[in-house]
């Protein structure tokens, strides 16, 4: 597998649960992003965590809270989601040089697959 | 899309035959990567190419960068049954060198 591994697999929330996904990679990256795919979309850029610090938030809702504790783990916190939330998350790694420069290739997880009712 | 475009949307083959896929951008690149995606799994990277790159191999691989078009086409050549998979282009952006921009992505079908 690619290094990335993301839990739990599938989840299944109703709009005023809260849960987590979590992220672990093992390839010693230092960023670590999350991306959204729906149906018939591209996949869609959500958070960046670089040395985590968080440099990204591509003006996502408030009802997604990223969390990244660590450079190998990353969490992404749910909150009262509506259904059109219900969605693939992938979450990514990469490796970023300390000048800044952006080694571009990423390694995804599995993704986690959510469903809101 | 204001991010680009993939084309076909689909494309069913059968074993032995080439794949072709094209993907066309709207912004000036740094560079541009295909990823390939199994059926609700995550993407896997595939190839790289920079944009002072036209063409580059891998395997049955071989991708072509056209700057001034903006466009790029994967061919997988013999295809495999276990080539069916969604591919999708996806590029970094000049002067935006942390975000790859995805395409919306080809299902590709190899019937055996």
């Known amino acids: 597998e690619t290094g990335v591994t993301q839990t739990p697999r599938h989840l299944v929330m109703g709009m005023t649960n809260k849960k987590s996904l979590k992220c672990e990679q093992h390839?010693?990256?230092?960023?670590m992003y999350w991306y959204k795919q729906s149906a018939k979309k591209p996949l869609e850029l959500m958070f960046v965590y670089n040395f985590k610090e968080q440099t990204e938030n591509n003006s996502v809702p408030s009802r997604f809270s990223p969390e990244c504790p660590n450079s190998s783990h990353l969490f992404l916190h749910l909150h009262t989601l509506q259904p059109e939330d219900s969605a693939l998350y992938l979450c990514?790694?990469?490796?970023?040089?300390?000048?800044?420069?952006?080694?571009?290739?990423?390694?995804f997880g599995p993704g986690t697959r959510l469903l809101v009712l | 899309s204001q991010q680009g475009e993939e084309d076909p949307q689909a494309l069913s083959i059968q074993e032995g035959e080439n794949a072709t896929m094209n993907c066309s951008y709207k912004?000036?690149?740094?560079?541009l990567q295909w990823y390939r995606q199994n059926s609700g799994r995550g993407l896997v990277h595939l190839i790289l190419?920079?944009?002072?790159?036209r063409e580059k191999h891998s395997g049955r691989l071989r991708v072509t960068l056209d700057t001034s078009k903006k466009s790029s086409s994967l061919l997988i050549t013999a295809s495999r049954a276990a080539d069916t998979a969604s591919y999708f282009c996806a590029w970094v952006s000049s002067g935006s060198a942390r975000q790859l921009t995805f395409g919306s992505g080809t299902q590709l079908t190899v019937l055996p």
């Open positions: 390839l010693g990256h230092n960023a």
């Open positions: 912004t000036s690149i740094n560079n």
């Open positions: 990514a790694s990469s490796q970023v040089a300390y000048s800044g420069s952006w080694r571009e290739t990423q390694y």
């Open positions: 190419i920079r944009s002072n790159e």
